[in-house]
């Protein structure tokens, strides 16, 4: 068996640099009122606190030393009176504290996620989903916690602590002095294990993370893992990632219990050395029964104070730790944003350029998915896009929906560099219809609407129409308020592929970008998107990449593209005749539809 401790080196070494606590303290800004009340009314319970040893003294003075009854009666009294007022108070300050925390979660997930939504999409190539979610999920519920609890928590013992400092004093100065040994070794413990543990709080979020992330993307393929009987080695991948964040938590109690533990053997010898001297003074007669249990009650909240305060700083490194990777995330800025003063676009034409383009993914400018692309398309124009796969087809879409920008060259729209526009008004004009069909989980009627949110129902029914889908549609027992799983699953292939156009007809856009939408169906599926797709090209500037000639054969025009170059362009007939890799292409093709296969 693996040794968790050795598991936990492996955890990634790149941690992120502490938070300041004035940033930390930013997030709790629009609370501050809330905090605050809660914060008083812990002042309120904290001052019957300090009352408190001092009654319990003279219920022993009644007791032992008077014998008076009825002023041990009084004493009690006045006791359960504050008792009382401290529950009342304790219950509307947790009623406030935590209500408060669930509104700051809620805005800080809601905050996090609203700047990962318009992220560029070459943040999420090297970001797992699942450790994304960890970080809106554990390390918010860290920041929550630290803010409404335990920071309100730490002023409630640093003033419980100067209270009851000053009590002692006044009622006995040595005895108070011998109190104060136990608090120079738990500030220093607290420093020394403060550090241990803010590392290991990182490390432990980013572990869960990992793990986080490893679930998350085996269940979402979960069809696939079955598939090649793979479920096996996915539960051993996912749990080497539990083990790694098992031997960071042992690590972390390790330190954690080290640390409490010393502080309470510190605390409780300076408790038992009062008792001691304090002992010493009652025999001497320079102390009653009662005055020494007030003092030891008074000693002992020292403790509570000095332990908490040591606790809180170790849970402010682990604050920062935790925050550390929040921060991280919302100071990262997506590539692709707004000029400072964009070009206004209302209605385009839809005439597209690529000016010279060069184009690199990541960060080594050498290994170009584009080279030098020049290419002009009018309005209205069917261009299809065909070649080898990596030739920079995608890439060409990529640039058009302004996902990257290129590192040579621009991307024009109505001659207009797309870098002058804003992305939405850009984006508005196209739609999308992948091969890959992505939809989300909840019902047909909300997955058409991502089209275009205010569409009517009319709208809704006739796009579906116009895209042959309102049939099987309708035959659905739910209609357009059917479920259809996640990503889809309820439906086919091909009813996937028609809500996309469906989709793609409610946008009603000036420029159509189609990935072979046909080329993954049975003949009559295709049949019937193929016509759908036709009706939605009519007057409209239309992309095709064409993974099957057969597809390119209807653009206008086509471009055959090559390692990242466009290497010819002409209609079917001229390519065939002039170009070897598209009358390669062809051949290879028609082979395939000889032998039974649809080319």
Not at 95 to 105: C, F, N, P, S
Not at 154 to 178: C, D, E, H, P, Y
Not at 213 to 234: H, K, M
């Amino acid at each position: 068996m693996s040794d968790p401790f050795r598991d936990a080196e492996e955890i990634r070494d790149d941690l992120a640099p502490p938070a300041d606590l004035k940033r930390i303290l930013g997030l709790a800004r629009p609370y501050v009122g809330s905090l605050i009340a809660a914060t008083s009314l812990m002042l309120i319970g904290t001052a019957i606190g300090l009352v408190t040893p001092r009654v319990a003294g003279g219920v022993v003075d009644a007791a032992l030393v008077d014998g008076n009854l009825d002023r041990l009666n009084r004493i009690v009294s006045a006791l359960i009176a504050l008792f009382a007022a401290l529950g009342v108070t304790t219950y509307v300050e947790h009623y406030v504290l935590r209500t408060t925390g669930a509104r700051m979660l809620l805005d800080l997930r809601h905050h996090l996620f609203d700047h990962l939504a318009v992220l560029s999409p070459d943040f999420y190539e090297n970001r797992p989903v699942g450790e994304l979610l960890s970080r809106m999920g554990t390390d918010l519920g860290q920041v929550q916690a630290s803010l409404t609890n335990r920071i309100p928590s730490g002023i409630s013992a640093v003033l419980r602590f100067i209270g009851t400092l000053a009590i002692l004093l006044v009622l006995q100065t040595k005895l108070t002095l011998v109190a104060l040994i136990v608090v120079p070794p738990v500030v220093l413990l607290a420093v020394y294990f403060g550090r241990k543990l803010e590392r290991l709080s990182q490390q432990e979020r980013d572990a869960t993370a990992a793990a986080g992330a490893r679930a998350e993307e085996t269940l979402s393929g979960i069809r696939t893992v079955q598939a090649f009987q793979r479920e096996g080695e996915e539960v051993r991948r996912y749990f080497g990632k539990l083990r790694s964040l098992l031997g960071v938590q042992i690590r972390n109690a390790h330190v954690e219990g080290a640390f409490s533990g010393t502080v309470q053997f510190a605390a409780y010898s300076a408790f038992a050395v009062v008792m001691w001297y304090g002992g010493r003074l009652m025999l001497d007669g320079a102390l009653t029964p009662g005055e020494l249990t007030s003092f030891l009650l008074y000693t002992f909240s020292i403790a509570v104070s000095v332990g908490t305060l040591g606790s809180l700083y170790a849970a402010f490194r682990e604050l920062r730790g935790s925050s550390a990777r929040i921060f991280q995330l919302l100071d990262t800025l997506p590539t692709i944003s707004d000029p400072e003063h964009p070009v206004p676009l209302r209605d385009a034409r839809g005439e597209l350029r690529l000016d010279h383009v060069d184009f690199a993914y990541g960060d080594d400018p050498e290994r170009l998915a584009l080279r030098d692309v020049d290419l002009v398309i009018e309005p209205g124009e069917v261009v299809g896009l065909v070649g080898p796969s990596g030739a920079g087809k995608s890439t060409v879409f990529n640039l058009l929906l302004r996902y990257h920008d290129p590192v040579a060259g621009n991307v024009q729209l109505d001659g207009i560099d797309l870098r002058h526009l804003r992305v939405d008004d850009v984006r508005r004009h196209i739609a999308v219809v992948p091969q890959d069909i992505f939809l989300m989980s909840g019902s047909i009627e909300e997955n058409l609407r991502i089209g275009r949110l205010d569409a009517s129902d009319d709208e809704i029914r006739r796009a579906a129409e116009m895209a042959g889908a309102a049939e099987f549609i309708e035959r659905l027992p739910d209609g357009y308020g059917s479920e259809i799983g996640q990503r889809g699953v309820r439906l086919s292939g091909g009813q996937r592929q028609r809500l996309a156009i469906a989709r793609a007809f409610l946008r009603d856009p000036t420029i159509l970008l189609l990935d072979e939408a046909t080329s993954a169906l049975d003949p009559d599926s295709e049949q019937r998107v193929q016509e759908a797709l036709t009706e939605l090209m009519k007057g409209r500037t239309t992309l095709v990449i064409a993974h099957r000639l057969v597809t390119a054969r209807r653009a206008d025009r086509i471009l055959v593209f090559d390692d990242g170059r466009i290497v010819a362009s002409g209609t079917h007939d001229e390519l065939y005749e002039a170009n070897e890799l598209y009358r390669r292409y062809w051949t290879l093709q028609s082979m395939q539809f000889q032998e039974g296969t649809s080319p």
